[in-house]
């Protein structure tokens, strides 16, 4: 659009909708994932259906914490819940679903993709969610810190 002070009209109107979900690549350093565009602000949105697909490096597992989580709280997680799947296929192994307001555990994927699926029904909406994630060395290849290490035993030996 160029404009000038030779007209003036009435101008144009135009709205933007910013998509949940999407594919995203899990490195060393942190990133993060918003249950929707304004949280703080506003509520997540009412009837949405959302899927985040994370990949990191083959030789990677996916690591996941979530620092802020206010659900929908229901007894069977029906309604408004964020389930995790470990791997590309949903038959694979499902962390969740979650909903309510609770505290959920670090989850380290035991392959190297999750997916994150969050939805919504139409009634109650609530602040939703952030979640933290980053790649992550298998576990049997992670090295003890030099704090964390067993120091080889010494003996004492006296002679007489």
């Known amino acids: 659009m160029l ?11 135009a709205t933007y909708e910013s998509e949940c979900g999407g594919q995203l690549y899990a490195e060393s350093s942190t990133g993060f994932i ?6 703080g602000d506003r509520k997540y949105e009412k009837s949405s259906k959302c899927q985040w697909e994370i990949i990191a490096d083959p030789e990677s597992n996916v690591k996941l914490l979530f620092t802020q989580f206010s659900l929908e709280s229901e007894d069977t997680c029906e309604y408004d819940f964020v389930a995790i799947f470990d791997g590309e296929k949903r038959e694979k192994k499902m962390y969740g679903p979650f909903c309510g307001d609770i505290d959920i555990e670090t989850i380290i994927t035991e392959s190297n993709k999750a997916i994150i699926e969050f939805q919504t029904d139409d009634t109650v909406e609530q602040k ?8 992550s060395r298998p576990v049997e290849e992670r090295k003890p810190s030099k704090f964390g290490s067993k120091r080889p035993s010494k003996e004492l030996i006296v002679e007489s």
């Not at 918003?34 to 949280?39: F, I, M, P, R, T």
């Open 34 to 39: 918003y249950s929707h565009a304004y949280y």
């Open 3 to 13: 404009t000038d002070e030779t007209n003036s009209e009435a101008g144009f109107n």
């Open 128 to 135: 939703g969610f952030i979640i933290e994630y980053a790649s």
